[in-house]
């Protein structure tokens, strides 16, 4: 029973962080228009990104953890100036096309430069909060509470700013009708830019807040990125309140599936592809996703 | 001068058939190995190129071809070639049934779908340890007995021109004109008479056996298989192949093939840097020459000795260029 209990905690803060990811890929679709494949990558440079400034500025991890969203922001908006420009001009075919292959491109350039420059063996960065909390039979690390707690911050900071700030109200104007944007004043332009930094400062969010937990690795990404799509499709491309609800449901359903699996030595791994698997059964009942909304389409 | 690349092509063929022999073990490796990937570029430029539909689970179809070919070689003693047949039989049904399954996706959502698809490949032959002996890899009955590669090179040689040949049937005859119609605006070609779904299951079912087939023959080359084969880092080398040849034609993605193959191997001494490379390469190429490199290579050799013809059209204008 204890361990169940643990199961169901630790599936909901892995759920929390699974939505920081995947609100970045939905916010990134809905106005961009394309499906970033690099998102998991930006999550892994993130977590690096903060260890470094823990380690080398002695910033303290919560302090290092905004610092590197703001830096994954900056480096975001550089990569869509740099690369994602075509997708906004007429004269580009198959636009869909083309984000695929090159935030692919910058996915496997990201992963391999990693694996250079910060090496192949796991990093485990300092913990934010030492120790251990009991409650009851339940031992829950204050790390996992830390990530837990500061994962639903971030996302109730998201949420204010989509719907009670007029920056938020003009990204969903343009993820409706870029044109109509346009006309009431809205540079569509700027939204590009801000849309992709603002994914990837969340997925530096969720990278750094659980590194203390598992620990960063250049290929750490592959997988949460996958989730996303996973968390994505079933709360529907474009919709932030769905991306939340899928995610920590996603959390939970893993948790619990790696609990009752019947071969425990087995079970870790094939949990991953439980996740892998609901998204493609998912897929193919409702290819759009199950809850999408509907102006949110590929062009 | 019409039909200059069909004599080079031949002239090229015969020169690596002749010169087989003065290679040395080294090389003939190499173009070994360049040949497997000239299928596998080739095939997913049928798949991605032609019909536009972008997979990224070709190599998990390689990979499941060697397994396949390797384990019933193991397990029954069949001739390998049998085995490999069986392989490439098993992922033409299974990549018809991916096509299938995938018939009301549009772009991204099938790139994610045949992504999960590969990843659950590359899990389960991971895990299944005791059948595929996971990451410590599975020792496979070689093709050959010889002293030298040169009958895997002549086998490698004739897989590619069979694979060649399927290809450029296929994208010369109507059907490649209705697959690149389905690529260009899927609805369109439908209300023109394309049978839409019965083309996708098509492109997905002859990339996924040829796939296998060259996986098959890697896998009897080698000699070792890991799950790896199917990871994501190769498929991405086998995208930057075929997206700088140029994947909207076959020969081109073959040749991009070769010539990625054969920078790796000169390139050895920077190891990982190499991959970095090539994602450089390939975020410049697509940023600024999304036809490929050999394309306009090729129009910039040629058009030196020709009078000047007025300047093709650039891509997205004209009649049918300007979608929203």
Known sequence: ?299 | MRGLHIYIALAVAVLSLVSARTLNAYWMHVAIIAMFYGILASSWSLLAGYAGLFSLGHMAFASLGGYTSALLVQWYHIPIPLGMAAGVALCTVAGGLIGWVCLRMSGPYLAIFTLGFSEIVRIVLSTEDQVTAGMAGLHTAPLFRAPTDLPYYYTAFGLLLFALAVLILITRSRWGLFLRALREDEQAAAACGVAVARFRILAFAIASGLAALAGGFYAHYIGILTPSLGSLDLMAVVVVMAVIGGMERIPTAVGGAFGIEVLQETLRAYGQWRLVLFGIILLLTMRFARNGLLTPLWRLLTGIGEARRPAPAPRGIGPEGSRP
Not at chain 1, 67 to 94: H, K, N, Q, W
């Open chain 1, 1 to 299: 029973m204890d361990y169940l209990l643990i199961q169901v905690t630790n599936g909901a803060i892995i759920g929390i962080i699974y939505a920081l990811i995947a609100v970045g890929v939905t916010i990134i679709f809905s106005i961009l228009k394309i499906v970033n494949f690099a998102h998991g990558d930006l999550y892994m440079l993130g977590g690096y990104t903060a260890y470094y400034i823990v380690t080398f500025l002695g910033v303290p991890p919560l302090g290092a953890l905004f610092l590197s969203m703001a830096g994954l922001f900056l480096f975001g908006i550089v990569l869509e100036r740099l690369f994602l420009t075509p997708l906004y001009s007429d004269r580009t075919e198959r636009k869909d096309e083309y984000g695929l292959i090159v935030t692919f491109g910058l996915a496997f350039f990201l992963r391999n430069t990693a694996l250079i420059v910060f090496g192949p063996f796991p990093l485990r960065p300092p913990s934010f909060v030492p120790g251990v909390v009991h409650v009851g039979g339940l031992a829950v690390t204050n790390d996992r509470i830390v990530a837990g707690a500061v994962g639903v911050l971030l996302i109730l900071a998201l949420l204010y700013f989509m719907h009670r700030t007029i920056w938020g109200q003009a990204l969903d104007a343009v993820s409706q009708s870029r044109d109509s944007a346009a006309i009431v004043g809205i540079n569509p332009r700027r939204f590009n830019s801000l849309a992709f930094g603002v994914g990837a400062a969340l997925a530096a969010a969720a990278s750094a807040l659980i590194a203390p937990i598992y620990s960063l690795s250049p290929g750490m990404g592959v997988l949460p990125n996958i989730q996303a799509y996973v968390i994505v499709i079933l709360g529907g491309m474009g919709s932030v309140l769905g991306s939340i609800v899928a995610g920590i449901l996603l959390g939970e359903a893993e948790g619990l599936f790696t609990a009752f699996f019947p071969d425990p030595t087995r079970a870790l791994a094939y949990t991953n592809a439980f996740g892998v698997l609901v998204l493609m059964i998912a897929l193919i009942l409702r290819p759009t996703g199950l809850f999408g909304r509907r102006h949110v389409r590929m062009e």
